[in-house]
């Protein structure tokens, strides 16, 4: 029996994946300097996977000036980013259904809290679990389990929401039911653990969903 819907956040609610990639590409234009978008493709959704955005620039750049552009163009971006298609339709028909409802996210709750309410989002989940509740980060499953913790659930009739490589491979360690919306910076990746995989959110119903998990 279908119980809980739980939804990563970055990229899936809202893309701010592609979002952060296009501050990212943009800073590079700004300063003349050639960028590699599938540099940073490969290191979407991994917040513990250390690596240099700025490996483009001269040695002597300064990085934390650069870092605090990136934060500016970024934050500007995603805030007008809008809500993904299918997502907004889909929480109400689970509120309205009784579902319990959850975020798993890789990003800190200041980072998904202050997104969700701005988008008037943030009532519809009756539990968030963060980055900074956990001790590892995905692909590992502890904001997944954290959800779950919060829920009161076990996994069963769970189903977990991702676009990710490693948030879904979290959410499959957590053996969790695993249905992945690619964005576009993601969709051109493989999901060995997607139960399911769908274009976007909008492609999802609840009876989908009751007929492939329980």
């Known amino acids: 029996m279908l119980r809980a819907l739980i939804f990563d956040f970055d990229g899936l609610i809202v893309d701010t994946e592609t979002v952060l990639i296009d501050a990212w590409a943009r800073l590079h234009e700004e300063d003349n300097v050639p960028c590699r978008r599938e540099y940073m493709h490969q290191i979407v959704g991994h917040t513990d996977v250390a690596h240099d955005p700025w490996i483009a620039y001269a040695p002597e750049a300064d990085r934390v000036a650069l870092d605090e552009r990136y934060r500016r163009i970024a934050r500007e971006l995603t805030l007008a980013a809008p809500v993904r298609p299918g997502v907004r339709a889909l929480l109400d028909a689970a509120r309205a259904a009784g579902l ?3 975020v798993a996210s890789n990003s800190s709750h200041l980072h998904v809290d202050g997104h969700l309410a ?5 009532s ?3 539990h968030i679990a963060c ?4 001790a590892r980060g995905k692909p590992e499953p502890d904001v997944y389990l954290a959800a779950l913790q919060g829920l009161g659930l076990n996994a069963d009739g769970v189903v977990a929401f991702e676009d990710s490589v490693p948030g879904h491979e979290a959410a499959a360690r957590a053996r969790l039911h ?4 690619p964005n576009p910076s993601t969709a051109h990746f493989t999901f060995p653990h997607a139960h399911w995989q769908v274009p976007s959110l909008a492609d999802v119903t609840l009876t989908q969903l009751r007929q492939r998990f329980g």
């Open 131 to 134: 980055r900074d509740d956990v």
């Open 124 to 126: 519809l989940f009756d």
């Open 118 to 122: 701005h988008r008037g989002l943030l």
């Open 100 to 102: 319990r409802l959850a």
């Open 178 to 181: 695993v249905v992945v919306a």
